[in-house]
């Protein structure tokens, strides 16, 4: 990233956990794997279209406005962006991330068949409402202050 410009949509945190259904832990940079996700990650798989998920910080100030004490990562997400609306974009949009990678959007939301552990401890879920999820189109390094834009 060049550190004399600050991009105004950019990922505040790059986020991977062992176990699925779980906090991700910030860890500011991985390698997106393509066709896969995150290497390292448990939602790493060619088999699924939900290969990395999204979700805005400004979805997570929602929560924190209603007194949640949450941070990136808290609600099982891969990527948290800034300054990006996310919820408007349509299945098939191509993001940028990083210096080389490209993300597709696969699904908007999800559905949520029982209370799931990020609900059980932060008390309500945003992911279902306002995260999206894509498949890696092209692999590359993401770290944290890079840029995420629309292509």
Known sequence: MNS???PSQRILAVCTSTNKGMKKKNVQREVLVENSGFSGDAHS?????????LLAMESIDKM???GLDVKPGDFAENITTCGLDLTPLPVGTRLSAGQDAVLEVTQIGK???SPCEISRQVGDCIMPREGIFCRVIKGGNVETGDEIRII
């Open 111 to 113: 559905e949520c068949h």
């Open 45 to 53: 798989s060619p088999e699924t279209h939900r290969q990395v998920s």
């Open 4 to 6: 004399t410009k600050t």
């Open 64 to 66: 924190r406005e209603l």
